[in-house]
């Protein structure tokens, strides 16, 4: 084949133009520490790492979420602890108080110990993270427990056998602190007949007895109370006065996403786990009776409000042993995750970073490429005939 | 005529048609760099014998003629090639230059601000009542809308760019064809006595390889010497003599028809599919066929990522309730049925019911539902809440620029919305969160953007109650990071980086053609200029050569003078 001078000049010169290319690119990935310049340098790997980025992005949010969950969790999880120990402490002074050695003026003692021990109850319920009330559902920025209006309570009746007396307590109540009114039959009889005397301070000091009226009773600070039926002497009941504790949130549980379809519960719903809402478990209003009882001087129903306490006390532990495993959740799910964001980190690297080591080696061997072609360039563009002529 | 005088004759001839041998060589070396130069060489052949005793005598040399090195098979394919090369070249450099708008492999793409969205969402389900969390999501959802209406402005002004260069191409491509037809003229003329117009016809062939560069043509050499170039439809751009023009005029939908101006003022368009070859070609296809692809997939992705966003979005409610809103799509006409009203998600509207609840100081009031069908116009809408035996009391709904707009009648009262079946919220742009219906409109709704308490992250409740921690709404909508959308189940990422990949294959095939085809053109050209190009070693060789015999004919003039002198001196 004959070869001429622009088969000679062209072939060089696209030589060099080639190598100086690969020159580039390999100098431009160790410079930018990218494999990849553009999506068209490798489509396929741009693309698996485009994929890989939005995996880890979103791993690094579900890992943000779970620190969300951690902080719920862990502070519900504190709050409810702190709130367990009162009540144990309240149920060892129930059972002090329960047992009969302990005179009115001890039980009023006590009493006041139990309402401090409520508004400590009410003070952690409240607890805020960042101005959110984490017990109160949805409603966080509405503190879930609050002290209602005073209200006369029904009474706690301790009827003699034979007895029929009826007491219906009502009126308004225009005192400043809970209190209870205890109600004892001097001599038994009905309307207009038997007599009754009544105590402010759990029967430590007495009212002068009096004849029951056909209306109602006043019992001073507008308490009152309606007799009715055939009472026997030494009849008893209490009218307890407090302010009952309500919730004032929602029932909502608070969840954050885990991943894909995954989702986790991160609050405990206040009424639930603490009270408020005048149920069967309500611990507010164990508390408000057992002050009550204990106003009343009344060992008795004492002992029934400790049997309540026993029974909220081993559902608020379930409740705290279901708080424990979601954390223990959050921690397994943070290791996952954790290995997770490291493998990705790892793939995105395999595949979109510059092996340096590879690449200085393939500099050196474009270099020394690109200087060959130079050399050998530069004899065949030296060589002529004229030369010799 | 033997003899002295013969010898003076053949010495003569030779003499001519040597030093034309070193003229040609001169014209070669001196042509060596000229593209489309193709070497030539004298074409010597003995004189005509002239009868002598002895036999035929020889009566020296004699110049038949310039011959051009050139051959035009090989040439005819590399001109083919050269067409395709071209063409993928353009193709190539036109996706490139896409591909660099949709250039994720470096940090903050799409992609990633794709990821930031839904973080943020993810942020402020964990954080509902946060501000923080609700204008972090907004930034990010502008940086969002602006990539999107960024890449969509680009590959809209990389149409432009393309079309700006659809007229110069053209023209060229007229020059040349109009340059062939003249060139073809005066090679006729000038090769009317015989002799080959050489550089003519190389001329020729430059022009017509410059021309399949710009556009795929065939051509016939007719018996005469004369050229024909027709595009691959068959339609002459030269025929002889005469050459026709291309132009060009952009159709309503904006696409390019590329016009053959035939003889008599008879036009005709030539659809871009038949080209092949070219940078026209590549012009048009790109501009036309490819760009538009991607602009279709971008904007579906955009349209599909609006309506889940604001499906979700108009289900819930924000930390305060409206006291008035306006939908942001209007309608074309408020008597029509509003499913055929010219609404972007117009098509989204089923029979359902829309839930209003009112508030009033806060404290919800009453609630009321309101039966949507995608018959109803939005009169009828406004007609059904105006007089709704509960909500008309509280809301009076009318129609402002064609859109429905919602104001509570008192001051103390507020309404929002309790969920909507009917998707006739998102059709409206009412408590949506984004605007738009495509990539290039895509923005987030002022309203929210000027409100970020309205950025439904709750919802409202049955009872009508809404509380400021509730997450529902952002984590449903968060959730929508993974749900698969379109009629391939992709997820919102999938679809994007499927987009980012088929557009860097293509630039990758594009470039792998470019590169293939400039092998075989290489190899091509090499195979060409074996034939045509000029070596300069062999010009030096030649002219030492026709040096010599140049010499030697000189030398013959010098013997044949010896040869007179030697018989004159016999005379004395």
């Not at chain 1, 999506?39 to 698996?48: K, L, N, Q």
Request: negative net charge; glycine residues 10%.
């Amino acid at each position: 084949m004959r070869v001429t001078m622009p088969t000679i000049f062209t072939s060089i010169q696209s030589n060099l133009e080639r190598l100086a290319g690969d020159l580039q690119r390999v100098n431009a990935s160790i410079a930018s520490g990218q494999k990849y310049q553009s999506i068209s340098d490798s489509p396929v790997d741009v693309g698996a790492i485009l994929g890989l980025t939005t995996e880890e992005n979103q791993t690094l949010q579900y890992d943000r979420n779970l620190e969300t969950g951690k902080t719920w969790l862990s502070m519900t999880l504190s709050s409810l602890q702190d709130i367990t120990d009162i009540v144990r402490v309240s149920m060892a002074l129930a059972n002090q108080m329960a047992t009969g050695t302990y005179n009115a003026s001890q039980r009023q003692a006590a009493a006041e110990q139990i309402q401090q021990y409520m508004e400590e109850i009410m003070q952690v319920g409240n607890t805020e993270i960042g101005g959110k009330h984490i017990l109160a559902g949805f409603r966080t920025d509405t503190a879930p427990f609050v002290e209602g209006d005073w209200q006369v309570q029904p009474p706690v009746m301790h009827l003699n056998s034979g007895s029929t007396g009826t007491a219906v307590s009502g009126g308004v109540y225009t005192g400043t602190a809970s209190r209870s009114y205890l109600v004892e039959m001097v001599s038994g009889g009905g309307t207009g007949v038997g007599t009754y005397r009544f105590s402010v301070n759990g029967g430590q000091s007495w009212t002068a007895p009096a004849v029951i009226p056909a209306g109602p009773v006043a019992l001073g600070d507008g308490v009152e109370v309606t007799l009715g039926g055939t009472w026997v002497a030494g009849d008893r009941f209490s009218i307890p006065v407090y302010q009952p504790i309500t919730y004032q949130g929602d029932s909502h549980n608070f969840e954050i996403a885990l991943g894909a379809d995954s989702r986790m519960v991160i609050n405990e719903v206040g009424s639930a786990a603490v009270g408020g809402d005048q149920g069967d478990l309500d611990l507010f209003q164990m508390l408000a009776q057992m002050k009550s009882s204990l106003e009343a001087n009344d060992p008795a129903e004492v002992g029934v409000s400790l049997e309540k306490l026993g029974s909220y006390q081993a559902h608020i532990t379930s409740i705290l042993a279901k708080l424990g495993a979601s954390l223990d959740r959050v921690a397994i799910k943070e290791e996952v995750y954790a290995t997770l964001k490291n493998e990705l980190t790892r793939q995105i690297s395999d595949r979109g970073d510059t092996d340096l080591v590879e690449a200085a080696n393939l500099l050196k061997t474009k270099e020394i490429a690109y200087q060959a072609a130079l050399l050998s360039s530069s004899k065949a563009m030296g060589m002529s005939l004229m030369d010799y002529l | 005529m033997s003899g002295i005088s013969g010898i003076l004759q053949i010495a003569t001839k030779a003499l001519l048609a040597e030093q034309l041998g070193v003229e040609v060589t001169g014209h070669n070396i001196a042509n060596v760099n000229t593209e489309g130069y193709s070497r030539q060489r004298v074409n010597l052949v003995t004189d005509i014998a002239v009868p002598s005793p002895w036999g035929p005598l020889g009566t020296g040399v004699k110049v038949q003629g310039i011959e051009r090195a050139f051959d035009p098979f090989i040439t005819a394919r590399l001109n083919a090639k050269n067409s395709l090369l071209s063409e993928y070249q353009t193709r190539s450099a036109a996706l490139e230059q896409v591909a660099t708008y949709f250039n994720e492999t470096q940090s903050g793409g799409l992609n990633d601000l794709l990821s930031l969205f839904f973080a943020s969402l993810n942020d402020l389900a964990d954080n509902p009542s946060g501000g923080g969390e609700r204008q972090a999501l907004l930034q990010r959802s502008l940086s969002l809308c602006e990539a999107f209406n960024s890449r969509a402005d680009q590959l809209v002004q990389e149409r432009l760019s393309l079309l700006q260069e659809v007229g110069p191409t053209i023209q060229e491509i007229n020059e040349h064809t109009a340059r062939i037809a003249e060139l073809t003229r005066e090679i006729v003329e000038t090769e009317a006595n015989g002799q080959a117009a050489n550089d003519l016809r190389d001329q020729q062939q430059l022009e017509l390889s410059r021309l399949a560069q710009l556009i795929g043509v065939s051509t016939y050499t007719a018996g005469d010497g004369t050229l024909s170039v027709s595009l691959p439809n068959g339609l002459p751009l030269v025929q002889g003599v005469l050459s026709f023009d291309l132009t060009y005029q952009v159709t309503p939908t904006d696409t390019v028809d590329l016009i053959w101006e035939g003889p008599g003022g008879t036009t005709e368009v030539i659809p871009t599919s038949i080209l092949t070859g070219g940078s026209l070609t590549a012009l048009l296809q790109t501009r036309d066929e490819v760009i538009p692809e991607y602009q279709q997939e971008l904007d579906q992705l955009a349209h599909d990522f609006i309506l889940a966003i604001n499906q979700q979005h108009s289900q819930g409610v924000g930390l305060t309730l409206f006291d008035e809103i306006k939908g942001t799509y209007p309608v074309t006409d408020p008597l029509l049925p509003v499913s055929a009203a010219g609404l972007p998600f117009g098509d989204q509207i089923v029979a359902g019911t829309l839930n209003i609840s009112i508030e009033r100081n806060g404290e919800f009031l009453d609630a009321g539902a309101i039966a949507i069908d995608p018959s109803l116009s939005l009169n009828d809408i406004v007609v059904s809440i105006n007089t709704h035996p509960v909500l008309g009391a509280y809301l009076t709904a009318s129609v402002e620029d064609n859109a429905l707009k919602i104001d509570a009648n008192l001051p103390s009262d507020t309404f929002g919305f309790a969920g909507d079946d009917s998707n006739i919220l998102v059709a409206l742009g009412i408590n949506t969160f984004f605007t738009g219906s495509k990539a290039y409109t895509l923005d987030v709704n002022a309203w929210v953007l000027e409100n970020p308490n309205l950025v439904a992250a709750g919802q409202i409740d049955a009872g009508g109650a809404h509380a400021v921690g509730d997450n529902r709404n952002a984590l449903a909508l968060a959730a929508l990071e993974e749900a698969p959308v379109g009629p391939d189940g992709l997820t919102f990422a999938d679809a994007y980086q499927r987009l980012v990949m088929s557009l860097g294959l293509e630039a990758e095939e594009a470039q792998g053609q470019e590169i293939f085809y400039q092998g075989l053109v290489n190899q091509l050209t090499a195979m060409r200029d074996a034939v045509s190009g000029v070596s300069l070693d062999e010009e030096m060789t030649n002219l030492v050569k026709f040096q010599r015999a140049y010499q030697a004919a000189a030398r013959l003039v010098t013997v044949a003078d010896e040869l007179y002198q030697t018989l004159l001196a016999l005379k004395k």
